[in-house]
Structures are given as structure tokens and as C-alpha cells.
Nanobody
Framework: QVQLVESGGGLVQAGGSLRLSCAAS????????MGWFRQAPGKEREFVAA????????SYLDSVKGRFTISRDNTKNTVYLQMNSLKPEDTAVYYC?????????????????WGQGTQVTVSS
């Protein structure tokens, strides 16, 4: 059974940092693009960041550029999202996802596997 399990969420003050992890099990995703999405209450799911299978290509939502960094460790079948200078508007449930090809960017329809999500709350 394929599973993506996010961890690292929590409550942090504005300006603080969190590092999210997404551990995959059941199969390897070393050849697949990975992504992070988020959904705030009452809002649609939103692309946050994506990374290619090798880590050589990344893309970000404009509002998180320069603050968030996506990375991956294929030896651990894990993808990360380092979030710095957090703002209250970053508050959401964050989901990681595995794409069906080597790099899918912001198109959520290209992602076949999704985690359960981890809550990130940024207080002002």
C-alpha cells in the first residue's frame, strides 16, 4: 500500500520557521516529481512548490518565493519543505503529493498520490 505521510506542522509565531517532511512508503518515488500543496479554510487547494525527480528543477508559488525551499532525499524516499519567515496567510493544511511523471509543477491533476496533510498555523 502506497502511503505519503507528512509531519512537522504545528503552531508558530509570524516570522518563525517550520520544516515539513513527507515520507513515502510502499514504493519508491525516486523517478517521480513531488509537490506540496495547501488548503486554507474556505479556500481552494493551492500549489506551493514542486521538485523534479532529481531535485534539479523546482518551482514555487510567487508568494512563497525566497521564503520556502523544497528539497528531496531519494535515499530516504522523503521530500521536505523548509518554511522561513512565516506569515499568518501561510496558515493552512499542507499536503505532499507524488506526480505520475518526473516533474509536474503546479498542475494538481498530474499528481496521483496524496498524503493526509499536516496543519500549519501561523499566529500574528
Amino acid at each position: 500500500q502506497v502511503q505519503l505521510v507528512e509531519s512537522g506542522g504545528g503552531l508558530v509565531q509570524a516570522g518563525g520557521s517550520l520544516r515539513l517532511s513527507c515520507a513515502a512508503s510502499g514504493r519508491t518515488f525516486s523517478s517521480n516529481g513531488m509537490g506540496w500543496f495547501r488548503q486554507a479554510p474556505g479556500k481552494e487547494r493551492e500549489f506551493v512548490a514542486a521538485i523534479s525527480w532529481s531535485g534539479g528543477s523546482t518551482s514555487y508559488l510567487d508568494s512563497v518565493k525566497g521564503r520556502f525551499t523544497i528539497s528531496r532525499d531519494n535515499t530516504k524516499n522523503t521530500v521536505y519543505l523548509q518554511m522561513n519567515s512565516l506569515k499568518p496567510e501561510d496558515t493552512a493544511v499542507y499536503y505532499c503529493a507524488a506526480a505520475r511523471n518526473s516533474y509536474s509543477g503546479p498542475n494538481y491533476r498530474a499528481y496521483d498520490y496524496w498524503g493526509q496533510g499536516t496543519q500549519v498555523t501561523v499566529s500574528s
